[in-house]
């Protein structure tokens, strides 16, 4: 097992260039059914898989399972609009972090408030002259879509620059170790480095679902 760093740089620049998610741009203005969505979702989030030529990007299964568990809105006859495929392309790279759980806890908030249908105006608690007042939600779900994929494009080259300093690190590492050892343990070091910082943002992402829960109970 050697350590092999430009083309460990490589298959990093490889990765970052094919981490992307569904534009809205790539949603047709027309509801789909079931299977026109999982071809939807293969079709542009395939390449973001482990193994692009067998991994499935997600099954009608897992679709259903999420609506069973209110992590996603159900159907309307069958089909799926704009809204249902923007929150399944969320709710496809939260799974890779995230228990069904705390996706919950994470999307309903957004989901209850802007999702389909999402012009429909919620009914507010007061009255006003017997009259029920009538509240437009600020913005749509693609409208918050949009804003987190235009902050998740220009975070991209810093995560790679990021990435390419701590292999750079573990390119420097164990100097003075055995040269039929040097290689494993400089790949180790990297692996250590990358786990030890994923672990930290998913401490303090769970922080961040706990905290919003205790708030929403008290």
């Not at 692996?191 to 205790?214: G, N, T, V």
Request: proline letters at 4%; glycine letters at 4%; charged letters at 35%.
């Amino acid at each position: 097992m050697t350590f092999q760093a430009d083309r460990i740089r490589k298959e990093l620049k490889h990765i970052c260039r094919n981490f992307k998610s569904v534009r809205v741009e790539d949603i047709p203005a027309l509801e789909l059914y079931m299977d026109q969505v999982t071809g939807l979702l293969e079709k542009h989030l395939r390449g973001t898989t482990r193994h692009p030529e067998t991994d499935k990007v997600m099954t009608k299964t897992m679709i259903n399972n999420y609506v069973k568990n209110k992590v996603m809105i159900p159907p309307v006859r069958k089909k799926y609009s704009l809204d249902h495929i923007l929150l399944l392309a969320m709710i496809y790279h939260f799974k890779n972090v995230l228990s069904i759980g705390d996706i919950q806890k994470a999307l309903g908030p957004v989901m209850e408030r802007y999702a389909l249908p999402a012009l429909k105006t919620d009914k507010a608690a007061k009255k006003k002259g017997g009259q029920t007042e009538e509240k437009t939600p600020a913005y749509r779900l693609e409208d918050i879509y949009r804003e987190l994929f235009d902050m998740a494009d220009g975070r991209i080259p810093h995560y790679e620059q990021d990435c390419l300093r701590q292999i750079e690190e573990a390119e420097k590492s164990f100097a003075d170790a055995p040269a039929q050892e040097r290689d494993m343990l400089r790949r180790f070091a990297l692996i250590s480095q990358l786990s030890a910082e994923i672990s930290l943002k998913k401490m303090f992402l769970e922080r961040l679902l706990d905290e919003a829960d205790m708030t929403k109970q008290q």
